[in-house]
Structures are given as structure tokens and as C-alpha cells.
């Protein structure tokens, strides 16, 4: 347990409590790369922010809808940035879990996987 208050400390807020097992999460600007973010990935009133569900099970630590990183797939500082969370996350990372959101010139948004070159980068910081 103190390792993963040290770890939501360091790289969330908590937005709100959903329940005694349940937090409502956000980045912490502070630790992100500083990297161009597409409009996807920008909250309301176009702050950098994207939310997502945390939840304890027993030992267990959950993402139900998954971690957005709110990276570049080719800027070497997301690369550092995902080497740090990987290490100080209280649960394993895989690369082959990992998507890349792709916003076409239309403006569409959807997620694909990583080509070989980014899953191969992935592969090196993150298992």
C-alpha cells in the first residue's frame, strides 16, 4: 500500500472518490513531457487533462477502461516518461498491451496498434 500512495501521489490527482475502493483520476500536468498533445487528448476548456477510473480489488489495482498517455509515439522524452511510471507503477506494464491514437486529417480519432518500430521502442522502456 505505500508504494502505490507514493505512486498516485507522484503522477495523479484525485478527482473524485467513486467509492471506498474507487478514485476518479487525472495526470498531474507536472510530470507529462512537455509534447504537442492532439485535441483528443484536451479536457474541457482545452486544459490538458484526460480522466480515468481507478479501482483496488483486494491486491489487485485496476484500470477498467484503461491508461490514456498523453505522449508522442516518436518524441524520446515519452519514451523516458513511460521508463519512470513502468518502474515506479505498483503493478506490470506490457507493451504488447499498448495502443497509438491516430487522429486523421478529417479529424477522426481511433486507436491502432503500434507499428514495429514504436512496439519494438515500447518493448525496451516499458517490459
Excluded: Y
Amino acid at each position: 500500500m505505500p508504494k502505490l500512495e507514493v505512486f498516485l501521489e507522484t503522477f495523479f490527482e484525485r478527482v473524485e472518490r467513486k467509492s471506498p475502493t474507487s478514485l476518479v483520476l487525472a495526470w498531474k500536468a507536472s510530470v507529462l513531457p512537455q509534447v504537442e498533445w492532439p485535441a483528443a487528448f484536451q479536457g474541457p476548456e482545452n486544459q490538458k487533462v484526460r480522466q480515468f477510473l481507478f479501482m483496488m480489488m483486494g491486491n489487485r489495482v485496476m484500470f477498467p477502461m484503461g491508461i490514456v498517455f498523453p505522449l508522442s509515439p516518436t518524441e524520446p522524452s515519452s519514451f523516458e516518461f513511460l521508463r519512470r511510471f513502468s518502474a515506479a507503477a505498483p503493478f506490470e506494464m506490457s507493451a504488447k498491451h499498448f495502443q497509438i491514437g491516430v487522429v486523421s486529417k478529417s479529424g477522426s480519432f481511433a486507436w491502432r496498434k503500434p507499428d514495429t518500430e514504436c512496439a519494438a521502442r515500447l518493448a525496451e522502456f516499458v517490459d
